[in-house]
């Protein structure tokens, strides 16, 4: 079967698309996607539970059915992706001029996209397997292989699809080949790294891998550095969890804001000595879930560790019983830390619980609450947590010209007196950003504490600010409505700004979306898009804020070489390829000589 015969996913509402059931048949038979074939049988554990996988490459027929969703997905034409229902993984093309983007580099072969399919929101750079040391780039491939099989009398139909990458070795460095494989119902991509001894000489290997996840700017707790069985890493705002394990192994962890080296020493304290002519395989089982107390599940579970856990439902309610949307709740069971999960618009959180007695930490909007204390019993379905200090009101505020036409704004909101300010996330999200609301058509709701809040209400320079009071009882709304007047006369000009930076520059990981409100808000009438050596564009966020009748863009890109102080040019318009290796982009060059050249005959 070629490339353009793959069967591919019908759309759902979460904008994946799931595995139809006539898709089943085809992926228990073996695809060949591309370069190489590779035929494999192996048995899958827990079959009964588990469901069809399918493995492609990239292609503009199947983009918009496979690529997750989230700020920091990198993945490309070319790329491949291993799915099955409950996961989507990303692997970078082999190929020695595959980066991510600036600061994440060379990770062809690599593990570059990783998300949930039910809550996609990739949130993993990178995940490089043998830290750097070999270089993928000698082809692929790929495969996926079923059989049906009886479990506890019910009869499935199990499905496993693999990606297989090798990296040649010479004098003393052994060949590499590195399998990633996902299993139907596993909630893991399984790496496994198999080293050959082509030398006559003894070798002895070194078992590490490093990943990039930026957290500077994120809610982001990492494990603590030391020696764990899991690694794990979850950004609390933006709701995704990743954690990674080696059978048989402990993890020494070693994590900064932005990278991690995970150093894996053996449980029986042997060193891994491979002698000429043999072979030894290392495997890791890299998780991803919604957050935190998800993963710690799984990683039991599939330890043989989950026999006590339940399936329960937390309930979070404010004095009145209503639901409570955003709130992170820090749970501990048994006085064991299992993470943070945030409650839904209905005030939920879906998790899995050890049973014994646990004990809740509530906060939101940086709010702090008192402690709520539960008990997981076998027959327990749901944990109501109830915030009884909790009295929370709305505020409706509508923003107008002087004329009455919406416009985009930006409203602070400053606790007065003994009112807390509120912190509602971090300084990358998008409409609400520490105590700032950015609308981008002048409404504004906000669910606050009840007290009194200053109020700044702005539409950059040229215009009058508001400053006003906002009185929050609880249990009722309080509507503010402004009018700002342009009060600058800025006829035959524009306001533009030359220079934006957002996550796919790689310097930093502010959302994109984040960045177009708020350069909306403040009144910026121009800004063509300038990440780091990528062409990219604003053109789609513009649109699905209706901000095209304030903001104009065109695509270009800041093109940064060396040395940084002086080797970087902003360049506009260029011509933009999506979905490319930088967005169609020329290479950035020691000379700044040079790069003016490549910008001007590009």
């Not at 190929?95 to 072969?109: E, F, I, L």
């Not at 923003?399 to 990358?428: H, L, M, Y």
């Not at 990440?531 to 789609?540: F, G, L, Q, W």
Request: charged share 20%.
């Amino acid at each position: 079967m070629s490339s353009g015969s793959l069967p591919t996913f019908s759309a759902d509402s979460h904008g994946q698309r799931p595995l139809s059931p006539n898709m089943i048949p085809m992926l228990a038979s073996l695809i060949v996607v591309t370069v190489v074939f590779t035929s494999c049988s192996r048995s899958s554990a827990q079959i009964a539970k588990s469901g069809p996988t399918m493995v492609a490459r990239l292609t503009p027929e199947n983009w918009n059915d496979l690529v997750p969703r989230g700020k920091e997905v990198d993945a490309i034409y070319g790329d491949i992706v291993l799915r099955n229902e409950l996961i989507t993984a990303v692997i970078a093309n082999p190929a020695s001029t595959r980066n991510a983007n600036m600061t994440v580099k060379s990770v062809g072969g690599c593990l570059i996209d990783l998300a949930v399919n039910d809550a996609a929101s990739d949130q993993l750079s990178a995940f490089y397997p043998g830290r750097r040391v070999f270089r993928f780039e000698d082809g692929v491939s790929v495969g996926s292989h079923g059989k049906s099989v009886t479990l506890g009398g019910v009869t499935a139909t199990a499905s496993t699809s693999e990606l297989t990458i090798q990296s040649r070795g010479g004098g003393s460095q052994p060949d590499c080949v590195v399998k990633y494989s996902i299993e139907g119902g596993k909630p893991y991509v399984k790496i496994s790294s198999t080293w050959t001894n082509t030398s006559d000489k003894e070798i002895k290997l070194t078992l590490e891998d490093d990943l990039r996840a930026d957290g500077g700017k994120e809610d982001m707790p990492k494990v603590p550095n030391g020696t764990h069985e899991l690694f794990w890493f979850q950004d609390i705002h933006w709701q995704q969890a990743y954690g990674v394990s080696a059978p048989g192994y402990t993890i020494r962890c070693n994590s900064n804001a932005r990278e991690s080296v995970l150093s894996y020493e053996a449980v029986d304290g042997r060193d891994m000595i491979l002698k000429p002519g043999a072979s030894f395989e290392f495997v890791r089982h890299v998780y991803v879930a919604k957050d935190l107390p998800l993963v710690l599940a799984m990683h039991e579970e599939e330890s043989g560790r989950g026999a006590n856990h339940r399936n329960v439902t937390l309930v979070v309610q404010d004095h009145q019983a209503k639901p409570v949307t955003g709130a992170r709740v820090e749970l501990k069971v048994n006085g064991h830390s299992r993470g943070i999960a945030v409650s839904d618009q209905e005030g939920k959180i879906q998790t899995a619980l050890p049973t014994g007695d646990g004990l809740a930490e509530v906060s939101l909007a940086g709010l702090n609450f008192a402690s709520s204390k539960f008990r997981i019993e076998d027959t327990t379905s749901n944990v109501p947590i109830q915030l009884d200090e909790y009295m929370p009101g709305t505020a409706m505020i509508t923003v107008t010209d002087a004329e009455g036409r919406s416009i985009p704004a930006k409203v602070e909101f400053d606790g007065s007196g003994d009112t807390q300010t509120p912190n509602w996330g971090p300084e990358t999200a998008e409409h609400f950003v520490r105590n700032l609301a950015y609308t981008p058509d002048g409404k504004v709701q906000a669910t606050l504490a009840s007290g009194t809040y200053d109020l700044i209400i702005s539409h950059g320079p040229e215009y009058d600010a508001e400053f006003t009071k906002l009185q929050v009882e609880a249990g009722k709304t309080s509507e503010v409505q402004v009018k700002l007047s342009r009060v600058v006369n800025t006829t035959g000009w524009v306001s533009a700004d030359f220079h934006s930076h957002s996550s796919p520059s790689g310097d930093n990981t502010g959302s994109q979306l984040g960045r177009v409100l708020n350069l909306a808000a403040e009144h910026v009438e121009f800004a063509p898009c300038t990440e780091h050596n990528r062409i990219s564009t604003y053109v789609d966020h513009i649109q699905s804020q209706n901000l095209g009748a304030f903001l104009s863009t065109v695509s270009g890109m800041e093109l940064t070489g060396s040395p940084l102080p002086l080797n970087h040019q902003n360049a506009f318009p260029l011509i933009y390829k999506p979905r490319t290796q930088d967005g169609g982009a020329p290479t950035p060059d020691g000379s700044p000589e040079t790069q003016v050249e490549r910008l001007a005959a590009w």
